[in-house]
């Protein structure tokens, strides 16, 4: 039973990995497998020999030997326990997601494009990068990419110019995800899974991170593509804006800001202030709603609707939902292989097949290799399901080397190819980028900048 789960698992993974090819989204094949895994695990209950108690975090070798309703009390509790833990991660991303929203709503975010003031290629990529790396750490990865790409088709009319800002925006969100709790889903999987903890997080990984963002942009900046000026688009007078649209900027992304430290004071789960952030900025929103002032799409077709229209509910409608069923999905499958046992076992092999490079890390020793080789994985394939796995696979102590490592490579190294995160793929649809085009021209970059931060990060271990 436990290989026609893997091969169901295979088999989902594979569409999921090759959606563009199957027109399929993502998120089909990950709750098809989700399900069917679970039901399998309950049709065969009888047959497994093993279970892994996530609770506890250890494996029950005597499984085999309990009663069909003890079995069935574990199952259930078991995933009841993925549940909580699955809905914690998608209850506070739900809450990021409509705080970001409402600063559109109110067109906040042109406000950063207001700060761009140079016609110069280079300048122009310094500072969508910084903005990039600080951006995503705040807002996340995903977000911070669609932000600044929507500024650039205001500021670049070429297409042809735009898309090469468009790569190195991913290698600075991906980089800039990795040393926040909030950057990246998978950073946000460590730390609500007690993994890691903000201050560690930032002391550990904020220098490779940093250079993993620096390198990449340091070459480019010599490259034919960022020389001379570009054409700016004109600037649209005529377009009425929001005259709260700053205020709710920082009082948004301000919010966002303050999950980490409601946590630290609270010990409450993130998901917990990310709601009273999100309540606090829907109060704001509620109360600038009710004054009169005009919205960016106001000459729309549905202007009426619009403009009496709630900003919070407004905003939930813009959510991206199939984004979190997919999470959902996905997080659920591979809370399957691991309550079997599959993943633990798959960890052990793992530990003993490969060789020790650099310094090993505390405790149980597990590869330089294996972090790394994690790392290219989550270009190849999703990072989300592959630190879900390591989740389930190792069983080191908070703040722990090797889950800062994790949490880097899996941020970092899905930037290798365009469809390796989140963000990658956004600007792949947003731009139309070609697949092949991303992996000749921005690709060994971001493998340049990925290896030097996994060497910055090997020596800032030793410091701490």
């Known amino acids: 039973m436990e290989t026609i789960i893997v091969i169901v698992f295979i088999i989902g993974y594979l569409a999921i990995t090759l959606e563009h090819n199957l027109k399929i989204d993502k998120l089909i094949p990950a709750l098809v497998m989700m399900a069917i895994s679970w039901a399998l695990i309950a049709l065969g209950l009888e047959h497994f020999s093993q279970w892994f108690d996530s609770g506890k975090h250890e494996l029950l070798e005597s499984f085999g030997l309990l009663e069909h309703s003890e079995k069935m009390h574990l199952m259930e509790e ?10 914690e991660i998608l209850v506070f991303l739900l809450g990021a997601m409509t705080i970001v929203e409402i600063i559109d709503y109110f ?14 290629k280079k300048k122009i990529l310094w ?18 990419t669609i932000v600044l790409i929507s500024i650039l088709q205001k500021i670049i009319g070429d297409r042809s110019v735009r898309i090469w800002y468009a790569g190195l925006i991913i290698i600075a969100a991906n980089a800039g995800g990795a040393w926040s709790p909030i950057g990246d889903v998978t950073t946000t999987m460590l730390w609500i899974g007690k993994k890691v903890t903000t201050g560690h997080l930032f002391v550990y990984l904020f220098l490779p991170s940093l250079l993993c963002m620096l390198v990449p942009f340091f070459i480019a900046s010599f490259l034919p593509a960022f020389k001379g000026k570009i054409d700016k688009e004109e600037e649209d007078d005529d377009k009425p804006k929001s005259k709260f649209s700053a205020t709710m900027l920082y009082l948004g992304l301000g919010g966002i800001i303050s999950v980490p430290i409601f946590k630290t004071v609270t010990h409450l789960p993130p998901y917990v202030g990310m709601m009273l952030a999100l309540g606090v900025v829907a109060v704001f929103a509620e109360i600038y709603s009710s004054s009169k002032f005009t919205l ?3 000459h729309s077709e549905d202007a009426d609707i ?10 939930l409608s813009k959510i991206e939902m199939p984004s979190i069923l997919f999470f959902l ?14 993943l633990f076992g798959f960890a052990t092999t793992l530990q003993e097949t ?28 999703d990072n989300v399901p592959l630190v879900a796995a390591s989740l389930g696979m190792f069983s080191e102590p908070i703040d722990n080397e090797l889950w800062h490592f994790i949490a880097y490579s899996a941020g970092t190294g899905g930037s290798m190819l365009i469809i390796g995160s989140a963000a990658g793929v956004v600007a792949m649809g947003m731009e139309r980028i070609d697949f092949f085009w991303y992996l000749k021209k921005i690709a060994w970059l971001a493998l340049v900048g990925f290896l030097v931060g996994a060497v910055a990060f090997m020596f800032t271990r030793t410091l701490f």
């Not at 067109?107 to 110069?120: A, E, L, P, Q, R």
């Not at 405790?363 to 989550?378: I, K, M």
């Open 78 to 87: 078991t995933l009841l326990h993925h549940l909580g833990k699955t809905a």
């Open 107 to 120: 067109d906040g975010f042109s406000t950063i494009k207001g700060y761009v003031k140079t016609n110069s």
């Open 127 to 144: 500072i969508f990068g910084f903005l990039a790396f600080f951006l995503s750490a705040i807002i996340d990865n995903l977000t911070a």
């Open 296 to 298: 960016s799409d106001i």
């Open 306 to 315: 619009v403009g009496h229209h709630s900003p919070v509910h407004y905003s």
């Open 329 to 342: 999905g996905i997080l659920m499958a591979v809370a399957a292989l691991e309550s079997l046992g599959i």
């Open 354 to 381: 490969m060789p020790m490079l650099g310094t090993e890390l505390h405790h149980e020793g597990v590869s330089d290799l294996v972090v790394l080789l994690l790392g290219v994985g989550s270009a190849v394939i």
